[in-house]
Every structure is written in structure tokens, then in C-alpha cells.
């Protein structure tokens, strides 16, 4: 079966995005790909030839924003744009054992990574590490098992625009809830991601 990728937006600078994101896929094993995934990233938000669409700068009031960009044919990566409401994010969560490379395009997000120490069935025990500011043109990886984190605008006032490019595309998550009388210890969900398509 073919993908048919009609529908995903067009925007100036796109196949550039592509073709640097194909290329860098054709390193040897999974952290080179994934460092040269982050290297085109890095590049494109800086690139005055790459401008994304501009629904992607329009928050929705009640949650943050996941627009795909692309879901490529070949290889099956897909690229999710993130828009951030002021104080908008997410909860402690699981890229679903997949890659990922994430890049700030506009505004400031505070990145929160947590260590998982250990697990009781659907129960786990996290370490949360030194939150982190990504600022605009900054970009980060996360390669399973080192995949949990949180991502929360910093502003107040301004929204904050993120690009993702997964490995695959990931259509749900685990998210973990602390569980009230065990400090440290959450409660794992399976959580369907769904994605937006109105302004």
C-alpha cells in the first residue's frame, strides 16, 4: 500500500526539510541517525528558506496543538508540529519505545527529563532530572529507554511552537500519574494521541 502524503500542507522550504531528513537516515544505527536528524533540525529553524505553515501558529485554549506535517512513504517517519498555549503542557509520558527529535521553533519550552529507577507491573518509580530551557533553534533526542520526560511552555503570555520528527508515527503514548501516597511512584495509562486538523 502506498501513503498517499497529498494532503499534508505545502510550505516554503519543505522537500529541503525532506530531502535532509532522508539523508540523514542513512547513517549506520540509531544514534547516528538520530544525531543527524537533530543536526537538519537544528538547521531548518534557523533556514530563512523553511517557513512553516501558518496554522501551525495558532494555539487551541484547551490543549496543545499536534498538526502532522508529514508521514514519509518510505521510510515512515513522521514529522508533528507542536503549538503551546501560555502554560501549556504535557503530563510525565513514553514516546511508545520510539525515537525522537525535538526541535523549539518559536518561544521557550521547559523540558523535564526523569530517570525510571524501577517498576511493579503498572506501577513505576521515577527520578526527575534538572529541568532544561529550550530556546528558539535549540533541539534535543530522546532514544528509548530513555524516553520519559515532560514539555511545558514557559511563557505565561506567548505561545511556543515545537517541530518532532518520530521514527515512526506514534499514535499513542503512556502517560504516568503520581500516585498520591507513594512519593516518586506514578501510575501507568495507554493514552491514544490524536491529531488536530482546525485552526
Known amino acids: 500500500m502506498t501513503l498517499d502524503t497529498s494532503h499534508y500542507p505545502d510550505f516554503p522550504g519543505r522537500q529541503h526539510l525532506l530531502d535532509g531528513i532522508d539523508a540523514a537516515l542513512q547513517a549506520g544505527n540509531t544514534s547516528a541517525t538520530v544525531i543527524q536528524v537533530q543536526r537538519v533540525l537544528e538547521r531548518a529553524i534557523n533556514d530563512p528558506r523553511i517557513s ?101 511552555n514557559a511563557s505565561s503570555d506567548a505561545i511556543a511552537v515545537s517541530v518532532h520528527v518520530y521514527q515512526r508515527a506514534m499514535d499513542r503514548s503512556h502517560v504516568f500519574e503520581a500516585i498520591a501516597d507513594k512519593p516518586g511512584w506514578y501510575q501507568r495509562q495507554a493514552r491514544a494521541l490524536s491529531l488536530d486538523t482546525s485552526p
Do not use: K
Not at 526541535?103 to 526523569?114: A, F, K, M, S
Open 52 to 152: 512553516l505553515p501558518p496554522v501551525i501558529h495558532n494555539p487551541i485554549n484547551d490543549h496543545y496543538a499536534r498538526r502532522e506535517l508529514y508521514r514519509s512513504p518510505r521510510h515512515g517517519y513522521s514529522i508533528i508540529a507542536m503549538t503551546w498555549g501560555p502554560g501549556q503542557g504535557t503530563p510525565l509520558h513514553d514516546h511508545d519505545g520510539l525515537w525522537c527529535v525535538e526541535g523549539v521553533w518559536r518561544g521557550d519550552l521547559d523540558i523535564t527529563p526523569y530517570q525510571l529507577i524501577e517498576h511493579q507491573q503498572e506501577r513505576f518509580r521515577f527520578s526527575p532530572r534538572q529541568c532544561l530551557r529550550g530556546t528558539r533553534g535549540s533541539a534535543g533526542n530522546l532514544i528509548p529507554p530513555d524516553e520519559f520526560h515532560t514539555l511545558r
